[in-house]
């Protein structure tokens, strides 16, 4: 999601570290499925106040833990109002998928 303004930022060091000690910091999971009961593997750090032109070089913004959040790609496609793709869950006393009901049914 990185703006053009902001590829340089994401390629250095100091942001690479901070993305890789937040991951360490949530042990590697998606905050928001955790939250909603699933286990998913976290990929992308978000930043809570998004990047501007006016805070790109405030590290209170850009490399803070409270400004970030962890989470796996559908969710952070979620965040950005980008997709909304189907979530299977696992029904923990048979071990059987169950899937999203279909909203077009509704």
Not at 19 to 24: A, G, I, K, T, V
Request: aromatic share 8%; net charge neutral.
């Amino acid at each position: 999601m990185a703006q053009e303004f902001s590829r340089a930022f994401y390629s250095t060091a100091a942001w690479k570290t901070c993305r890789d000690s937040y991951w360490r910091k949530r042990h590697g999971l998606c905050e928001d499925c955790l939250e909603a009961g699933r286990v998913t593997p976290g990929t992308e750090v978000h930043h809570l106040e998004e990047l501007t032109l006016d805070n790109i070089n405030n590290p209170a913004v850009t490399l803070n833990h409270d400004n970030l959040r962890l989470l796996c790609h559908s969710c952070h496609m979620k965040r950005h109002g980008r997709i909304q793709e189907k979530r299977y869950e696992v029904d923990q006393a048979t071990g059987a998928i169950i899937s999203p009901p279909d909203p077009a049914l509704f």
